[in-house]
């Protein structure tokens, strides 16, 4: 079983850069995907990243790339999403999920964390 927490989140200013944080407890295998989510008030979930656990591959949604680099710590059981020049657009709340293989879909990924709040000031 997989447990998820992520950090990082807060209130910020608009042009700065962010860097939120996924720490998993249980185990990871190398063929999972990691990915991270948004979900802004009134809005349906979105997909912005994704890295395989061995890191051989990374995704971006269009609307981040950039902007936005995912990268894991193995070590640390660790994956980080940096968000640079941030915008009041991604005020949004942003969730930590895995799953086995690569989907854009949250309703694919079967672990999530509780999420973390990030507000941009304008």
């Known amino acids: 079983q997989v447990q998820l927490v992520e950090s990082g989140g807060g209130l910020v200013q608009a042009g700065v850069s962010l860097r939120l944080s996924c720490t998993m407890s249980?185990?990871?295998?190398?063929?999972?995907?990691m990915g991270w989510f948004c979900q802004a008030p009134g809005n349906e979930r979105e997909f912005v990243a994704t890295?395989?656990?061995?890191?051989?591959?990374?995704r971006y949604a269009d609307s981040v790339k950039g902007r936005v680099t995912i990268s894991r710590d193995p070590a640390n059981n660790t994956v980080y999403l940096h968000m640079n020049s941030l915008k009041p657009e991604d005020t949004a709340v942003y969730y930590c999920?895995?799953?086995?293989?690569?989907?854009?879909?949250?309703?694919?990924?079967?672990?999530w964390g509780q999420g973390t709040q990030v507000t941009v000031s304008s």
């Open positions: 249980g185990r990871t295998f190398s063929s999972s995907t």
């Open positions: 890295i395989n656990w061995s890191g051989s591959s990374t």
């Open positions: 999920a895995t799953r086995l293989g690569y989907s854009p879909r949250p309703a694919d990924y079967h672990y």
